[in-house]
């Protein structure tokens, strides 16, 4: 293979979305609106955000959020369930609702013919739901079916130790969608005095991109939303900062019958709006994700084919959310597999990445952007993204450039500030125990 | 159907090898795949699997591309590939910027015939591939699935599942995959499927200077064991320490190329929601369905899901249902039995029929938007039927009547060409 030749690829940027292609208009009421046009495909997609989540609910009302998100749907004082849903599926669309953290989340699809239906029903249950009580109680008993299937799984149970151990007193240290005891407790008066508190479209995020005109679609926009002047009741929760443990923290979660155990390594990282976080990134890439897996990959699965899969993310939302590395090891493997993830990360925190793993990195993060964006869902996910992170709307066309000025130095300065091999969090789950006999 | 404009250039090279090529220039992205007609079908008993830990092998080296530059190479010039092994195939794509696409040919073709197969490699991989199936058998919804499908085929080799039995990877040679490999990667068992921003004639010269040279091989030889009228309903229980019951019913189903398919298609959009074809685009919500209607309305579940999926030999009809805590398997069989006896008493309304093509009719746009979807669809049918049927689908689903959908259900949904499996909590020691 000709690896002298390597360069980086040089991108159309012209091709990716940039401020002379995408619309975007704010409504009086500060829903902001974006829309960027693409005939290619007969379909449309919807996407957004509204300002409420997780963390507008106590403690001991944890689930809150979710059930609310996912009764939007159940009735409005215009359409029942089954006449919210015929409508929808009648059509051959989609229109899905949930809660996280720090915001929620909708995305629907139609044929671009649809796109008035569609935009109407969005409008309908974000502003007119009534939350009836028997299809609550229903929603309820679904979710906790959910939980229950969610407490049996691994990755699920490793991920909620993780949170735990490395986000104590830390919103992120606790399930979005709750426990049994904290969704069973929920009354209707909870459900809705949540609504009429939280709901408004002040920052409400709406991207729209398919085979339908921008002009269009804003009037059809303005004219379901543009009268909607619900306030929140008090101002956007920010989450506080989070730093690594003071030493290694292990949880273990027993949970018998499983073959595999699913393992949680890491701490919190950085947020989007920290000045590492690509560094971060980039350099992420290069630990867990590269080809099948990065470094991870290579140690845990290609030469100790101790993992199907052993890779690394850096959330990088709102707030502090994790830098970790996730596996699913055979129980007896999972110790070796701990091992050789704190062997890499103290590898990654001790010495540069190479210069031809940077230069590797970026070519693949720069390379893939017209794969990534090819979608309207891709498309789509980018305007969202670029918004609620207040990136600019040329932010992809500036990409390339902005990749290509990142250095190893800059890599090493995230990695030494986010990771430390001895101060880490560890979750597993699944009939591994930590010292067998003891 | 593909769009206007968007015609699909068929050829086979001297070596048997089958191409089809589709300009798409929406993006400046080329979508290649290959498409193999082995898959956990072409096995037998000793060595389940294979199929599988084949295609992991396909990704472990060659003299050229040895193991680990394989992935660089693809991902340092922003592609991204994988594969997937099912019954009936097993393929492999690239998606790549359009430039950079000769990569992928020259990986395809060098893979078709040089791979190491390293026992080393293999060693590895053994415990990677137990890993996966451990992974699998975590899921209650897997344990109960892989003996649905046991019982459901005495003879037929779907009998087992994709990833094999465990007593087969724990013993499976390197003769064993070699031997596999060697027989089913040649030109006359293959098809590529080409997408994307390229001119068909430029394109396909560099595809006949690529892949031209490799011998033809034969197409290997498969004896298919014919399974048997099932002569009775089929029952089993799987129990495990997951508290979450579950119900499955499986109805032995027409192949694609029947007449049945698309009626019985219809069907199940009725009966559990509207469901996409290509694996990768997933379905519609279903909650205007009739099953979701009577159980999860009706408070005895918590979900329920239909599939059917399109294969080579008749293969199963699924419906499957997530017990709420407060109901058992069995009151919610009573409840799904009514509903399949209202679709053998009468025909389905003429709005429902209406809906159910609209809805297959929206998924099908869905799932052909992107380059890489519509380099899927080209090859993806060859494997069970043929590009015309890709074609026609929209017309022959548009022709279907509500008296061929009774017909379907009349001929398939009978307690005796069943299996009925239920998971359930076990009672007493732990799950061994």
Redesign the interface.
Known sequence: ?PEET?AL?ET?VR?LPGSDDIFREVLPNGMIVLVRENF????VLLQGTLEVGALDTASEKLGLANLVALGLMRGTARRS??EI??A?????????ISASVHATQFRG???AEDMALLVDLLADVLRNPVFPQTEME?LR??H???L??RD???GSRAQMAFDELAYPDHPYGMPSDGYRETVESLSMADIREFYKRYYAPEGMILAVVGAVHAREVFDLVSHAFSDWDAKRESAVIQVGPASAPDHLLRSDVY??????SDLIIGAPGPARSDSLFQPAVLGNNILGR???FGRIG?AV?????????AYSTVSGGSGPGPWQVAA???PQGVNHAIELIQREIARFISEPVSEEEL???K?????????Q????EGVAGAMVHIERHKLGLDYYREYPAMIAGITAADILAAAKKFLHPERLAIGVA?EAIRDPGS | MTDAGRAVFKTRLSNGLEIRLQEVHTAPVISNWIWYRVGSRNEKPGTTGVSHWVEHMQFKGTPTFPAGKLDRVISRDGGYWNAFTWLDWTAYFETMPADRIQLAFDLESDRMQNSQFDPDEIASERTVIISERQGHENDPDFRLSEEVQAAAFRVHSYHHEVIGDMADLETMSRDDLYGHYRRHYVPANAVIAIAGDFVIDELLVRVEETFGGIPAGEPPSLLVRKEPLQQGERRVTVEGPEETELLSLAYHAPHARSGDFLPLAVLDSVLAGASSLNFFSGGLSNKTSRLYRALVDGEQAASVQGSLAATIDPYLYEIHATIRPDRAPEDVLLVLDGEIDRVLQEPISKDELERAIKQASALFAYSSETITNQAFWMGYTEMFANFEWFESYMDQLRAVTSEDVLHAARTYLLPSNRVVGMYRKSRGSSHA
């Open positions: 293979m390597f690829p159309d091709s290619a495909n007969p379909s369930f089954s849903f015929h929808i599926e009648s059509i051959g669309a989609r229109l899905g699809k139609a044929l229903i008993m679904q906790l079916t959910g229950t299937l049996e799984d691994t949970l018998p019958g499983k073959s595999q590269f080809g099948l290579d699965r290609e030469e100790a084919g101790l993992a199907y899969y699913g090891v055979n230069l590797e990195n070519a693949n993060f720069i390379g893939r952007m017209p794969l964006l090819e979608s309207n699944g």
